[in-house]
């Protein structure tokens, strides 16, 4: 099996540099740093370019920003038709938006342009502030959006509000994806696809326990449950160290079991412009049914 990688490819995205277990980026004109475990190397630029950086974070999550200038609590990115809010908070060094997923977000766009005129109902898991689910439901499907964190879902309707897709069928729930699916199942609710971006570690609205050793294989099993007859695709993104995309395969395999279609597996990277050492992001599986 061939492992794939896809780098970021978005213009109002740019890693300049990373090293030291820390990582220089543009977000739209502005400049951050943060830490990044995966980055054990050392830094390209000079000391004087990272500095230009208008706020760092420092310490895990939530950990905090410092800024070194005067800088905006939000700002807007446009990917394609969609305009996006990215901000800087207290909980996270997260800003709103992965843009390693770019590759993701044009091959969703792409399996529901290829559906033809029919109806499509996509299923998004621990779905965070909802650009694959704005562009899923800018291409015309019905989105039903699950994060366990209020805030987030908030910030992802904020994004649909920008984004001018107020008229989109899309529900977002605040729960926990597990339970969520396990009523969705018992309702026999059926969906042509279905997107999951699990953590390693997290809890839901009610402090429930995810563990992704524990809890992702009968998650998958419910999953399936609630594919349709002829369902369309299946996206699963992981972002543990201690993970395969071979591991991926072997889990989407048992999950999609009979269906037929095809399976493909890889990395999320970022390319940096400043040298040749390419900064792997996240591992997945996505299955495709023609």
């Known amino acids: 099996m061939t492992i794939q990688v896809y780098y970021d490819d978005w213009p109002e995205y740019e890693l300049l540099d990373s090293g030291h277990r820390k990582k220089l980026e543009r977000f739209g004109k502005y400049r951050v740093i943060r830490e990044e475990t995966k980055a054990w190397w050392r830094p390209e630029l000079p000391e004087q370019?990272?500095?230009?950086?208008?706020?760092?974070?420092?310490?895990?999550?939530p950990g905090k920003?410092?800024?070194?200038?005067?800088?905006?609590q939000e700002w807007r990115l446009q990917f394609e038709q969609l305009t996006l809010e990215a901000r800087f908070t207290a909980t996270s060094k997260h800003v709103g938006v992965f843009p390693e997923q770019t590759a993701h977000w044009r091959w969703i766009a792409d399996q529901i342009r290829h559906a033809g005129q029919r109806e499509i109902h996509v299923l998004n898991l621990f779905a965070?502030?909802?650009?694959?689910?704005?562009?899923?439901?800018?291409?015309?499907?019905?989105v039903t959006h699950v994060d366990s964190a209020?805030?987030?879902?908030?910030?992802?309707?904020?994004?649909q509000q920008l984004s001018g897709l107020d008229d989109r069928p899309i529900r977002w729930i605040v729960d926990d994806a597990s339970k969520f699916v396990q009523r969705e199942v018992r309702r026999q609710r059926q969906y042509d696809a279905i997107l999951m971006d699990p953590p390693s570690f997290g809890r839901g609205p009610k402090r429930e326990l995810w563990k992704i050793e524990q809890h992702l294989t009968d998650l998958l099993a419910d999953c399936r449950q609630l594919l349709s007859p002829e369902p369309l695709f299946v996206l699963l993104t992981m972002y543990s160290l201690d993970q395969s995309a071979l591991l991926i395969a072997n889990l989407l395999q048992d999950m999609l079991r009979g269906y037929g279609g095809a399976i493909e597996v890889g990395e999320l990277a970022l390319k940096p412009t400043s040298s040749e050492k390419a900064l792997s992001m996240s591992i997945f599986g996505r299955w495709s049914s023609g």
């Not at 920003?65 to 905006?72: G, N």
């Open 49 to 61: 370019e990272w500095e230009k950086a208008i706020a760092s974070h420092h310490g895990e999550d």
């Open 65 to 72: 920003w410092e800024f070194h200038r005067a800088a905006p």
């Open 150 to 159: 209020k805030g987030v879902v908030a910030w992802g309707k904020r994004n």
């Open 128 to 142: 965070y502030t909802g650009i694959a689910t704005l562009i899923a439901a800018a291409h015309g499907a019905s």
